[in-house]
């Protein structure tokens, strides 16, 4: 199934119990927020998360977090394309 635009603007909660999981920096893989290898084309490298002990994390798919991997909220300030007023290229409004 593909992923849309809006379908990545809510962060997902994952409940990481592995000690070392890589989240996806470079917006390619088939399988996010993890990492599946499709970086290999680009020069961005994934995020290697190590934890302690299992945590339940709210990962960002906004791309916008100024804390990624982490959800920031900023998601919450973002308009979803289909909410947008629609473009109004040369006309005159009024
Ligand atoms: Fe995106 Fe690895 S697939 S960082």
């Avoid at 893989?29 to 020069?43: E, I, M, Q, Y």
């Avoid at 995020?47 to 302690?52: A, D, V």
Wanted: proline content about 11%; glycine content about 6%.
């Amino acid at each position: 199934m593909p992923l849309f635009y809006d379908d990545l603007i809510e962060p997902t909660i994952v409940r990481q119990v592995s000690k070392s999981v890589a989240y996806c920096r470079c917006t390619r893989s088939k399988n996010l927020p993890f990492c599946d290898g499709s970086h290999a084309v680009t020069n961005v490298k994934p995020f290697i998360l190590e934890l302690n002990e299992p945590e339940t994390i709210a990962i960002c798919r906004c791309w916008k977090s100024k804390d990624h991997p982490y959800c920031d909220g900023t998601h919450g300030r973002l308009v979803k394309p289909k909410e947008r007023p629609p473009h109004q290229h040369g006309r005159n409004p009024g």
